[in-house]
């Protein structure tokens, strides 16, 4: 007892750890793809999108592959360490496309964001999985809330910091994005070095492979599939705004890399304030009843965000909308642990997140086919609507699990 506890703070600390690296990587890099884009290489509105949808397109059919993989899998550690570092090394080929004719840098750059995510999709898939073994059920939610925290403060300093570099520079000038391209890649031996510390006790080889013989029958078990119908429609009313959100910064109220930077801020500290309010009320309250309320909240955001394009408005909506991301984050994460079984979560996690990719690759599509054939108003509250309903299906899905949890006490 006392020694897994031992090993159980251990893994928690090279988590946290490797979960600071990963920050660093995503806010000094990631962040910037669309400004990038549209700034340095002149992509298109469609282009922007992709940005958004390919990653998932290509993360569909890595799922599939990783779910096959990671069943057989006696440890997940060293796969889950690897796949981080490969995609990590497309940051390196980031670098390099400015090199190549102007008529080609813009799709060549969609097309290798869009290729990172195979082992990326890998790598978050074998992680998950991971961490769901490594850190028992009764101390997730303060864990993952505290985790979450502090990757969201690192990741607000580096934002910070990152604008105000940036904003040295002429936007179209490639240079400081190349810079930030090849920090994050040494970031990501950092990240790569943490992981692998991790402590991991093995599996049985023979248990993996029935777990992946069971196939599609993880639909059987009701509690999962309420939460994934619940989580995918969520997703897909969230996520058809990611696109339409940068384009509207940039494009509409011409914000610069300084001023991205302060929106993202924003939204971090907003993150950094509420996550312990959300670990704690989800503990009092139970995931699936908070789910609403976060649902209720990311509604908002979209309509909110075309009433102005005054930059620092912007900065305030996006920082209400951080107190709600940050539920987002942990409450999804933690009910879809909290909705699988041990013995078969690998398969569950794999087959959530091959439905979550392909809403993915959809959602981001349908926001800008209708900011083409529309306007982004239409687009935006349109988002917003999908987003609030959501929440009537979670609270279905709240007293669905509410009844069968007094059945089961009885």
Known sequence: MGQSFSITKVNEKLSIRNGIATTIILNISNNYFPLFAISVLGATNYQVGLISSLPQFVGMF????????????????????????????????????????????????????????????????????????????QRRSGFFSERNKIMTIVGMIATFLIGLLLQQFDKSDPL?????????????????????????????????????????????????????????????GWQMAWSLFSIYQIKYAGATAFWISLITVSNQIAQIASFSWWGR????????????????????????????????????????????????????????????????????????????????????????FLLEYTNINTAMIISTILRGSSAI??????????????????
């Not at 990590?88 to 102007?102: D, K, N, Q, T, Y």
């Not at 890998?122 to 961490?131: G, H, V, Y």
């Open 281 to 368: 009320m989800a503990d009092k309250h139970s995931n699936a009843k908070m789910l609403i309320l976060v649902s209720l909240g990311m509604a908002s955001t979209p309509f909110l965000t075309i009433l102005s394009t005054n930059l620092v408005y912007l900065v305030i909506v996006n920082a209400s909308s951080g107190l709600f991301v940050s539920g987002t984050v942990l409450l999804l994460f933690n009910h879809l642990l909290e909705v699988t079984k041990e013995e078969n979560r690998s398969l569950c996690i794999s087959n959530y997140n091959i439905l979550l990719a392909l809403v993915a690759f959809i959602a981001p599509q349908f926001g800008v």
């Open 393 to 410: 299906l979670f609270f279905f899905m709240f007293i669905y699990l509410k009844r069968i949890n007094s059945n089961q006490s009885i």
């Open 176 to 236: 400081p994005f190349q810079i930030l391209f090849v920090i994050a890649f040494l970031f990501g031996l950092v990240e790569f070095y943490y992981l692998m510390k991790h402590i991991e006790r093995r599996k049985n080889r023979e248990i993996n492979k029935k777990k992946f013989q069971l196939g599609l029958h993880v639909f059987k078990y009701k509690p999962f599939v309420y939460f994934l119908v619940c989580s995918l429609f969520f997703n897909f």
């Open 62 to 137: 890595a799922m599939l592959i990783g779910s096959i993989v990671l069943s057989r899998l006696e440890e997940k550690k060293k796969f889950t360490a690897y796949s981080f570092l490969f995609a990590r090394m497309f940051l390196i080929a980031m670098f390099l496309v400015i090199f190549l004719p102007a008529e080609y840098r813009s799709w060549a750059f969609v097309l290798l964001v869009g290729l990172m995510n195979l082992p990326g999709s890998f790598a978050n898939l074998s992680w998950q999985s991971l961490i769901g073994d490594l850190i028992p059920d």
